[in-house]
């Protein structure tokens, strides 16, 4: 039997944080479709976000994007955060799109090019220093397109000796998440294409240094619990980039394309104890066709209703059944718990906060999204390019 | 035994359509690199194209996309072309960088859209008409992200009805080819995903309505010969747009990522008996980060080298350890063709005609590099945006 | 709004087959595990049918495998299953178990093997007449391992003449369903490897030949919904082989990898008019390692609340959403039913029908499955191989 | 420039295990077809085995697999293979063809489970102790096919409780190889899916273990090389299981679905320091429609053919084109390797050693097919069951 109390108190202290560049405008290699009300500077994302948690309640952090969202004082950034009931979250750096990486950043052939990513992972460290944020996140664009290009392996060695460097430079407190991903930019190879590589890389680099899963960035068949069960396992899964893909990288919403996967990711955090501070819950996505604000507040109320899910599970019916060899019994527990309409438990969860039982209804009746639309007119819509 | 003769003058009548697009920037969502000496026009992307020709002999005709090839006087284009040694050949029509079209164009749920799409393809064999082009080339972004997003059957209907009224518009002699995408830009659906749902609108159709097979286009797993050796079963091959994928629709050199696979498929041409005008030969290549006018000359160079090997094939004995269940002796006959060097071959066929045996070195000591580095400053450089 | 009693009426109506091979013992290439109590006979698969049958009130009708299930009298198997509530349904041919099979049967080089396997289809066609079954459904393990192993087209003829003499053999009333699949056992060609090489082939044979889907058949990325949308628009959507898989065709019970996918299919049935009796809804599984009898009524209600969810989907909701372009709002009402505990409802459909509401509790206890144990010692279990 | 005679030196230090396994019969779940002539006994597959390398000359050792070889004296055995030039290599543990393995063999949740399998692999170390084997290579079949059904985590703590046990068993010299394979038999989740996770465990036992690389194991887009490369400089690549594959685990000949991935496998070995004693390379394949014996000869000579390539690579031209970022260059300095035709390279290498230039021909005009069709009669031919 499950303790209906203590999954409520659970999902009361869940929090996701939401990225400052799904605000903005994004898109695919053939179209970034604009639309209207988009934010034009960090500010304006930062007031999207506080709609956000402001209606779920579930995301008061907000992860920035170095260069995108840079400003000169971040202090004050970070005070402005605060005034709408936010804080600054992860940082996370950007070695893709100077000209200079156009053979990649820290595993560049060229020295020179090594040592000017280097430098930015640092300024990465120091803006996280003002901000007060815990986690740099590391994702690497870089890789190969054709055989021969390069050296696979001195481009390992190049990856662990700027690892080693920002890694050093990590105040008490921080940590490094470094996040893998299959293919894209790159095309033939990617330095790090696998929780493998990231966990190597992680394992010499010692404590502060910890894997992040993002849910679109695997093979396909590959079965993502089972990395997070193995992560967790080994004390080395740092946190979560969530969203959804049917084939490739696809960055829609979390939970979208396979609510069932998402739930099984949630019992395996759950399980393996990692639904605490140590793992972060992040989504990483691009609304190219949808309104941004409420596919953002859909996504954290999708990773609510399954983590809802995931507590449901009766535990101890499970493990009876598991150790008896009971294949459908110990299925049947699972399922019983996803078949289960959470929605009614979120409602009352939410109003127990003081919050709408129906976010998305209350953010479109607040009027926000015709307010900015008036507003933001004039100036330049933030987008992966700035 | 393989008449040697006859293969040397079939790869001499063999020729590649390079497309105009592949001579400007590209990149992926992540970043555009650009490289110096770029097209700052559509002739400039000619004089480019001559290169290839001059060097390769196999290139004669140009791709033209519109509107990133738009000019006043398309005629006048042509006779520019013509100057070069070359001929302006398919056109490719774009209905997925229009504002108009985020949630599709020809399938879009909106008539006017739809309207706007259609009207455009219409403009396209105008310009075939002055042009001379054969044939029209389509390639719908159209799909959908999300379940639920739109109607996936009255799609199929909308789409059947802007083919119908395109194709009724072809002139004699004029073709429709129609290409299949598995994904991206759309994630979800995608409105001809795959060879089977482009065969079915082409059969309505008719005669002027072909397949065409980009082998970048296919889910992980698929034989693509055996499409190839289907469709021209079925008489529906209008061509290939030839490129290289490790995963998605990398649209690398082609034979770059498995030349073993180029091979087989040229080997269903030759057996299939689409060697020859009805099926064209194209490039669709995206050169990121590596030097474009001597990729492209690579690549025609490998599809070249694979047609060889195609021709090399010993088909009576081919046939003989088929009808006898040899398996292993089946497979060595198309093995040891594979395994032939035909370089020297296809060395000896391009001093037949005058040409150097080394494409890419004769490029290189040409100058030309050089010589559009330095003259083409200033202007704004050609890429999938114009 | 969508009307629940009409829900309920149609849940009512809807009927699945099961197969009579999936009582009886199956595994992998490594190992079959048995089970006690398994079926000796055809006729004791009845026997477990039948409890399917009683319980769920939705599988009353089996599908036979010719060889394993062949009798000396089909009108007497006919009749036993008539006593005990069942209809014999869906003969299913078998030309890939005789060693003569080896590089195929339709398909093979040697015309004494095709006309072997001809010979069979239409022995096959002999039991439908004495069964009076319907459908007659064609998996063809056909392929080869090897590029160069057999001519990819050649194999197409032969497979066109076969299917066309057994066509022609079909009475009024009877029809013919194509399968394909992706590959296994063969691995490098399969002579019908996808949806649009059964749908060529049906589409020339005419209206008794029908396209049938297995849901397990496809390559990683295959938006399965697409295709049974595009094969209903084109009249050719014959029937379902129901099962889960999470890599190959897994032939695990349907709806237990992913229920999402198994809905979103439904849908696609239920919007494209499939919902009826020119759609057999059937299963195709292996239970290698859970107990069969209640895997299958696990699977037979996991259809059924795929179903529910999608008769459940508000319609006219989804068609304004889509009209206006909202993809959030569409998106939503789509899930808004996935989302529905729909459990309770399907218990109550049960209970008017007479029913257990939990077919699972009450076929355990049934004792059904402690009698078979003690009852079917001795003789030879069913198998894969007979 | 490459140093031919130090290539040539090289391939002759060149020895590729087969498997004993190959020899016998093999099929899929859908049929074993068996083969005239195929060996009942251990010693007859080293019969089969001594033909092989009596004429590469590059197959001196067998693996075995325990209990398919199971031999009361394997001393004994080890004489009879020394008479035919061979000697005893690998031996393979199985556990996963016993009943009690249905949900398990070292993971499974009941410890007397556990315990027998655990006893297995120790016994397959005595056998080693026998055989003068130096190499343990452990394949799990241990899984689950439904989410639920098993606990991951707790899986992974039996696992490593059972390599533990059995590492520390092994004597000087020992080694033992942990394989890991994405899916097959289990369908839900694997328990060594992926190199990471055979990386992890190996790391914990310490230098006796080692990962070994089955090239058919992996998920669809994984890049091996990039894996060959890593587990390399990690110090921890214990070896090979060569075969091919087309979509899952094919297990076709080595090299004959994508020799170009071959290749650049085996040039990261060469690289990356691993063309010695240390990497182990082995044959996994069945021959399931194909003649057995000199399928594995074509095999062994595709490893060599694509070593040849490796070691002809100009690495000293292929490291200034990297360095300098020409992305063209570099590419064309590896493709020019595997380009070359090396099979007169080979033939001259096998004729400096004595051998028949052409390893097949010379197989076929032995009249060893003849002679063992016609002497094996009576008996139960060799399979995966025994």
Not at 176 to 192: I, N
Not at 236 to 256: H, P, T, V
Not at 311 to 339: E, T
Request: glycine share 8%; hydrophobic share 40%; charged share 25%.
């Amino acid at each position: 039997m499950t303790d209906l109390a203590a999954v409520k108190a659970a999902l009361r202290t869940q929090s996701v944080e939401t990225p400052s560049w799904a605000y903005g405008n994004s898109g695919t290699r053939f179209k970034v479709f604009t639309q209207a009300g988009v934010p034009r500077s960090p500010r304006e994302k930062l007031d999207d976000a506080a709609q956000v948690h402001e209606f779920t309640g579930a995301a008061p952090t907000v992860a920035l994007h170095i260069p995108w969202d840079r400003v000169d004082d971040y202090a004050s950034l970070a005070a402005y955060a605060q005034e709408r009931g936010l804080r600054l979250g992860t940082i996370n750096s950007n070695t893709f799109q100077d000209d200079d990486y156009r053979l990649g950043s820290v595993c560049h052939p060229d020295p020179a090019v090594r040592r000017k990513a280097v430098g930015h992972l640092l300024e990465c460290v120091d803006i996280m220093d003002a901000t007060g944020s815990r986690d740099l996140k590391l994702w690497f664009a870089d890789g190969t397109n054709y055989p021969g290009q390069d050296d696979i392996r001195a481009r390992q060695d190049r990856l662990a000796e700027a690892l080693s460097e920002v890694c050093a430079r990590l105040g008490d407190g921080q940590r490094m998440l470094l996040e893998y991903k299959l293919f894209e930019p790159s095309f033939y190879t990617t330095d790090v294409p696998d929780w493998g590589t990231a966990y190597a890389h992680c394992l010499r680099l010692g404590e502060k240094a910890q894997v992040v899963v993002d849910t679109g960035h695997h093979a396909p068949g590959t079965n993502i619990e089972f990395i997070v069960a193995t992560l967790l396992r080994e004390g080395k899964l740092g946190g979560f980039d969530f969203n959804s893909r049917f084939y490739a990288d696809d960055d829609l919403m979390a939970g979208a394309a396979d609510p069932f996967q998402l739930f099984r990711i949630m019992f395996e955090v759950v399980r393996g104890g990692g639904f605490g501070p140590g793992v972060a819950f992040m989504l990483d996505q691009c609304h190219n066709i949808e309104a941004k604000i409420p596919a953002i507040i859909r996504s954290v109320m999708n990773v609510q209703e399954a983590t809802a899910k995931a507590l449901l599970v009766d535990r101890d019916a499970l493990a009876a059944a598991q150790r008896s060899g009971d294949v459908l019994d110990a299925n049947a527990v699972l399922m019983d718990a996803y078949n289960t309409d959470v929605r009614p438990l979120l409602a009352e969860v939410r109003e127990e906060l003081g919050l709408d039982p129906d976010p998305v209804a209350a953010y479109r009746r607040s009027g926000w999204a015709m307010k900015i639309t008036e507003e933001r007119t004039g100036g330049r819509q933030s987008g992966w390019g700035a």
